[in-house]
């Protein structure tokens, strides 16, 4: 089974847009939606786009956030959605199991198999993603949560795959970021017209809209200082 994984879309309808428009060119099978669709600027009519795509959901943290109208922007962004969209976004699972050629037993969550909120960066230890893994019953893991790419293999826990971000990525170049499972993991950027998207984004109402995807999808925050940011915060400090 040849699937799309695509992650963190934040509301980021331009982004969502050139990304379906490649997986429809790349003949997958099925597309899982792994969670933080919502808390953006366009969260219904990404909801929509997905839905009418035939995508499986997972909840992410932000679901959870929106849901509970938990600060200024989650009360906003629910505000935004309909009660039948409240109602679908509730049923959301917090994993999907699918088997992927070659790749197994893949495990589908928002963050890590144990919470939604977990963060795994590429400087988190061996045995530190082992501890997060351990006792997942599957070959390989497919999460997202920090909007940076990666795959890990720790000996003993299954494999973890990052899709990295649709709409709200930090990977150091414009874009947006997901990937293909076939066989193997296939990292994917799909370019689309930042400058024109965030004019659309900026122009909702979306609190800090402006700010929070100017950097972000022109590509000058880098995975470098994402991690560092994300492993400061992982530790506690
Ligand atoms: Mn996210």
């Not at 933080?36 to 366009?42: C, K, R």
């Amino acid at each position: 089974m040849r699937v799309a994984a695509l992650y963190d879309v934040h509301g980021n309808l331009p982004a969502l847009e050139a990304v379906l428009a490649e997986v429809e060119r790349e003949k997958v099978e099925l597309t899982v939606v792994g969670g933080d669709v919502l808390w953006g600027p366009f969260q219904s009519d990404c909801l929509e786009l997905l839905r009418a795509h035939g995508a499986l959901f997972v909840s992410g943290n932000c679901e959870r956030e929106v849901l509970a109208g938990a600060d200024e922007s989650s009360a906003w962004c629910l505000g935004q959605l309909s009660s039948s969209e409240r109602e679908f976004v509730s049923t959301w699972p917090a994993e999907v199991e699918l088997e992927v050629e070659g790749l197994g037993r893949s495990l589908f969550c928002h963050a890590t198999p144990r919470s939604d909120e977990e963060i795994l960066t590429r400087l988190t230890s061996d045995a530190d993603i082992a501890a997060a893994l351990e006792g997942a019953d599957a070959d390989i893991v497919v999460c997202g949560h920090t909007h940076v790419q990666q795959e890990r293999r720790v000996p003993g826990v299954p494999a973890l795959v990052n899709a990295g971000s649709v709409g709200l990525p930090y990977q150091g170049r414009p874009g947006a970021f997901w990937a293909v499972l076939d066989g193997g993991v296939e990292f994917r950027r799909t370019e689309y017209d930042f400058a024109q998207a965030l004019d659309v984004l900026s122009a909702s109402a979306f609190p800090g809209a402006g700010t929070i995807f100017r950097d972000s999808i022109a590509g000058a925050v880098t995975a470098e200082s994402a991690t560092a940011y994300f492993e400061t915060k992982r530790r506690g400090a």
